[in-house]
């Protein structure tokens, strides 16, 4: 059975800084890209960032990029995301998903595996 629990969510003031990670189990982890979503209340899940299954190709969505960088250790079955400067608009639950593919996935219909999402709140 394939689980992704996240962890490291939590509440940090605007400016701030938080990890999250994500650990894999019942999968072999580098076969797969990985990539973290968002979905604030009232909203569509939205893709975040993604990184390739080896780790050498990162993609991000425009309104993230120079703030958050996503990173994996695949000795580790973890995927992270370090996500710097956060401003009140990156309130969201933060979800990791596993999509079996060679490529960057940046669409939520590539990703085969999600995990349960942990809540992430920027004050101002």
């Known amino acids: 059975q394939v689980q992704l629990v996240e962890s490291g969510g939590g509440l940090v003031q605007a400016g701030g800084s938080l990890r999250l990670s994500c650990a894999g189990s019942?999968?072999?982890?580098?076969?797969?890209?990985m990539g973290w979503f968002r979905q604030a209340p009232g909203k569509e899940r939205e893709f975040v960032a993604a990184?390739?299954?080896?780790?050498?190709?990162?993609y991000y969505t425009d309104s993230v990029k120079g703030r958050f960088t996503i990173s994996r250790d695949n000795a580790k079955n973890t995927v992270y995301l370090q996500m710097n400067s956060l401003k009140p608009e990156d309130t969201a639950v933060y979800y990791c998903?596993?999509?079996?593919?060679?490529?960057?996935?940046?669409?939520?219909?590539?990703?085969?595996?999600w995990g349960q999402g942990t809540q992430v709140t920027v004050s101002s």
């Open positions: 019942g999968l072999t982890f580098s076969f797969y890209g």
């Open positions: 998903a596993a999509a079996r593919t060679t490529s960057v996935p940046t669409m939520l219909r590539e990703y085969h595996y």
């Open positions: 990184i390739k299954w080896d780790g050498g190709t990162t």
